[in-house]
């Protein structure tokens, strides 16, 4: 409950995991059938959230597949093996270490867990380097591979950089509240 | 999809600048508020589906119970009792569903109005009670209604204690800082001095009465 308001939370929750109804549901217009009945048949293949999958395979209703970013046979594993680094780990999945790290216990993949990790170890290292040393121009480019969490740590970086050499070279104390942005209103 | 239009609302919160406030989006809070009400028009259908179902069950185990009856006709109530069942957890599981996007839904509007609420209590310690105007029109009412009555709340504390706490923490070296002035303030009684405030001004003023200008956006303060 304590990452009940977290946005962040809330929109991990939001990716996509393959499922497949056990039984059928009544009631439901999720896929704007064609029919009348509203119902799910049983063995329909469905793309669902995660945080209606969770509890929905908790009771048994439905089986999940790993989404591909995180299966066993999956390209992404090669490719973080090959040079974690560099893999456009955003467009496969934004909140890719939270769901991770959410999914893993459900299905009890114990290989989910030591491949975040790596994939995680090496990329930290990357995020922190390219923080520091990467110039305005490059770093839009650089920012599309990242997940959330690693464009939040790059983020950080750069500004506790920005911080250090404001301290060393000394600056004005006092700031315009971040709320009201820094446009100035414009002459005459 | 369910719980999409929520979604969507909670993206708003993130794609804004940290600190920064996007303008309250009226139109899918109600969207999905609708979508809300739509759940549960579904759902209570469905209620009342698996009660019939119980109820049934019910009977026939009374009926079964009181009465002697052959192998064959126990056979027969058996397979009925069967189709009842998946019938009634096929319920279950469509007024389930229903129950945790209406869970869902709520969660992504707490977290829409707890967010802002959090960036517009921050407010109150910046400007004093009166709110920019490009910040108030992305405000809604009651997020106006709470800004008021937070600001009032600090101000009566700050009052008690006979203490300012909107000033920097951070002693200053100097009580007098050099500031430039961005925008045409008029004559202003300051602590010390009676001063001109007007645009490209440059002066030197007491740190405290600079502070709030500054907080504004009104002034800048020059270093060295």
Redo the contacts between chains.
């Keep these: 409950m304590a990452k009940?308001?977290?946005?962040?939370d809330?929109?991990a929750e939001?990716e996509l995991v393959p499922a497949v109804f056990q039984?059928?549901?009544?009631?439901?217009g999720?896929f704007d059938s064609s029919d009348d009945t509203n119902?799910v048949e049983a063995g329909s293949k469905v793309e669902l959230?995660f945080?209606?999958v969770c509890?929905?395979y908790l009771?048994q209703?439905v089986s999940i597949r790993v989404p591909p970013c995180f299966d066993k046979e999956s390209k992404t594993r090669e490719e973080i093996g090959a040079d974690a680094a560099h893999v456009d780990l955003r467009s496969r999945c934004p909140y890719f270490y939270e769901l991770g790290c959410k999914i893993a216990p459900l299905i009890g993949d114990k290989t989910i867990g030591p491949f975040l990790l790596v994939a995680f170890r090496i990329r930290y290292k990357e995020v922190l380097i390219k923080a520091h040393t990467l110039t305005l121009a490059v770093a839009p480019k650089y920012l599309t591979l990242l997940t959330n969490e690693e464009a939040k740590l790059y983020e950080a970086g750069q500004s506790s950089i920005a911080a250090f050499k404001k301290w060393r070279m000394?600056?004005?104390?006092?700031?315009?509240?971040?709320?009201?942005?820094r446009?100035?209103?414009p002459t005459g | 999809m369910y719980g999409k239009k929520a979604s969507e609302l909670v993206k708003e919160c993130v794609s804004a600048e940290p600190g920064q406030l996007t303008t309250f989006n009226n139109d899918l809070f109600a969207q999905v508020i609708e979508e809300c009400n739509g759940h549960l028009l579904h759902l209570q259908p469905l209620m009342r589906k698996i009660q019939e179902h119980e109820n049934k069950l019910k009977d026939k185990r009374r009926s079964e119970d009181e009465m002697a009856i052959s192998e064959d006709e126990r056979r027969k109530s058996e397979a009925e009792k069967t189709v009842i069942q998946t019938a009634m957890k096929s319920d279950q599981f469509g007024a389930l569903i229903h129950h945790l996007s209406l869970v869902r839904n709520k969660r992504c509007l707490m977290a829409y109005v707890y967010n802002r609420a959090e960036v517009i209590k921050s407010l109150g310690w910046v400007v004093d009670c009166v709110l920019p105007e490009e910040i108030e029109e992305k405000l809604s009412s009651s997020e106006k209604e709470y800004f008021k009555n937070h600001a009032a709340t600090l101000q009566s504390y700050t009052s008690e204690l006979d203490l300012d706490l909107t000033v920097d923490m951070v002693p200053p070296k100097d009580p007098y800082i050099k500031v430039r002035v961005l925008d045409d303030i008029g004559e202003i009684v300051l602590s010390d001095q009676v001063a001109n405030l007007t645009r490209h001004a440059m002066l030197f003023l007491r740190r405290t009465d600079a502070e709030q200008y500054i907080s504004q956006g009104l002034m800048e303060e020059l270093a060295g």
């Design positions: 009940y308001y977290d946005v962040d809330i929109l939001e039984h059928t549901a009544n009631g439901i999720l119902k959230p945080w209606l509890e929905l009771r209703l000394g600056g004005p104390r006092l700031q315009i509240a971040p709320l009201l942005g446009k100035r209103k």
